[in-house]
């Protein structure tokens, strides 16, 4: 039964900035076998029928974060979604919500590039520290606050489910958010007053309304709505107390 | 980078919304359904000489300041946020009318609370 | 490379009607939406306390037009949506709090959920019996 060869209708929007106005549909009728992923039906097409259809992809094992985009109006990775659970409707892949499109199913990610250098993302010692010192010491239960938020992918799906982040990119965005809160949150870290910095504005935590589609379309569970929305206590208890008791942390 | 102001205005949404949350049903069902019908409840509950004791009494006076009040500031931070989701520029306008108005009428039940004596 | 880069055009899609794309989206708005009602209601006691303030014909204008077939049938809705309100608040809760841990095991966000939606039902419950044992 795996083996048996059907035919699906895929309808890929394309856009070809030297040659498209406007972007478009373009149904491709791709043969696929029950264990073909939407990401091998794409290379199905490139190989196969249209060398001209451009898409980002890498690991083919969803680690790698690099083949995000819209799959039946959902963000996805095209590596761990089935064709088979469309067929024999047709089936219809767009790139990523809420970021320009470059080409075909290429967004434009610089915005969310800049945006993740800005929050820090190292470890920033609490106190110079020198080798001789060794390692730093961690418990179970210091690891597992930040251990979740640690397994981002950087795929972007949670800025195409997030309203916010589309309605005005200026806000950071639920991925970022949720790895400053990651580093805040790390025992070892002592940055959070340079990172709250963003955190207490409107482009950080306050820029989120607790959709909290993010965390349900994370492929890997980090839930970034829990990291944001979590620091808004701690955010609110600071603005009130920071003239009296400055705490300097969203921890 | 901004300190964003939120705080105070989601502190009031959360502590509205909690309320609400944990009695508001109730009272809508008493205030709403219950009195008017007679059903489950006494029509004579809210009879003005039992509503105007309940006002002069600091816990009443209290009691009515904190939902009218909080399930205001509530809807407040919620409209703002929803005018903005609906595409309507966050601006100054939107904010007049948002916090404008639930300011008025905090302002006017605290008036009309002390105005009612003890 | 420059010529690369001047053929570069990317296009930016709208957002218009972005919140009807998804079941998700839906609710959220919904949820939001229950605000207005919340808001409707506070005004509807903020009349009835002006009233109270202007006398016993005043404040009785008031009761009465509570009694209206109109406004019982208007306060079932607003019953329906704070009801719609309660459940939606407790079900994004758990998201504004840290992971509780209980003897060493973390509690999963649902168990939140459904605490807060008891402890919602027992005090609405509990109010709605206070106002049943009053007698004036």
Same mark, same amino acid.
């Given at each position: 039964m795996a083996e048996s060869t059907r035919t699906i209708e895929i309808e890929v929007l394309r856009y070809r900035p030297e040659q498209d106005t406007e972007p478009f549909y373009q149904t491709y009728s791709v043969p696929f076998t029950d264990d073909m992923s939407v990401l091998q039906g794409l290379q199905t097409i490139k190989d196969d029928? @249209?060398?001209t259809l451009s898409f980002r992809w890498s $690991? #083919?094992?969803? *680690? $790698? +974060?690099?083949?995000g985009m819209m799959i039946d109006g959902k963000p996805k990775l095209a590596c761990r979604t089935f064709l088979r659970h469309y067929h024999p409707k047709k089936l219809r892949i767009g790139p990523l919500e809420h970021f320009p499109i470059e080409r075909d199913l290429v967004v434009v990610v610089e915005d969310f590039i800049k945006k993740l250098e800005g929050i820090k993302p190292y470890i920033i010692p609490k106190e110079p520290r020198t080798l001789e010192e060794g390692e730093y010491l961690q418990t179970p239960a210091q690891l597992e606050k930040f251990r979740q938020f640690s397994?981002? *992918?950087?795929?972007m799906l949670c800025y195409s489910a997030c309203p916010q982040y589309g309605l005005d990119s200026k806000f950071t965005g639920p991925g970022i958010l949720a790895l400053m809160h990651r580093y805040n949150a790390d025992? #070892? @870290? +002592? +940055?959070q007053a340079e990172r709250m910095e963003l955190g207490h504005s409107e482009e950080g935590?306050? +820029? $989120?309304?607790?959709?909290?589609y993010c965390s349900e379309v994370c492929p890997k569970g980090v839930d970034p709505a829990n990291a944001i929305n979590q620091n808004k206590m701690g955010s609110a208890i600071d603005y009130f107390l920071r003239f009296v008791a400055p705490r300097g942390a969203g921890k | 980078m901004k300190r964003a102001n939120d705080p105070i205005f989601w502190s009031l949404f959360g502590a509205g919304g909690m309320l609400s949350a944990l009695v508001g049903a109730a009272l809508v069902f008493v205030t709403g359904i219950g009195v008017p019908l007679g059903f489950l409840v006494?029509?004579?509950?809210?009879q003005y000489q039992h509503m105007l004791g309940f006002a002069h009494h600091w816990l009443g006076k209290v009691i009515v300041f904190a939902i009218i009040a909080l399930f205001l500031w509530h809807a407040a931070l919620r409209i703002f946020h929803m005018l903005h989701d609906f595409g309507?520029?966050?601006?100054t306008g939107a904010k007049l009318v948002c916090f404008g108005l639930p300011l008025l009428c905090t302002i006017a039940a605290g008036y009309w609370l002390l105005a009612l004596g003890f | 490379m420059s010529a690369q880069m001047d053929k570069r055009r990317p296009y930016v899609r709208s957002m218009?009607?972005?919140?009807?794309?998804d079941p998700y989206f839906i609710r959220y708005m919904a949820m939001e939406a229950t605000s207005v009602l919340v808001a409707v209601y506070a005004v509807i006691l903020l009349v009835g306390l002006a009233r109270l303030s202007q006398g016993e014909a005043a404040y009785n204008g008031w009761l009465d037009a509570l009694k209206s077939p109109l406004s019982v049938g208007f306060h079932v809705l607003i019953l329906l949506v704070f009801a719609y309100h309660t459940w939606s608040w407790f079900k994004i809760m758990?998201?504004?709090?840290p992971t509780i841990t209980l003897g060493g095991t973390p509690l999963p966000q649902p168990a939140i959920t459904w605490t807060g939606v008891v402890v919602a039902v027992v005090l609405n419950l509990l109010v709605l019996a206070i106002l049943m044992g009053v007698k004036p």
């Open positions: 029928l @249209d060398g $690991c #083919r094992m969803a *680690i $790698c +974060g690099s083949c397994t981002c *992918i950087n795929c025992s #070892r @870290d +002592g +940055g935590v306050w +820029g $989120c309304t607790a959709v909290a | 006494s029509q004579d509950l809210m309507v520029h966050a601006g | 218009a009607g972005w919140w009807t794309r758990p998201k504004t709090l």
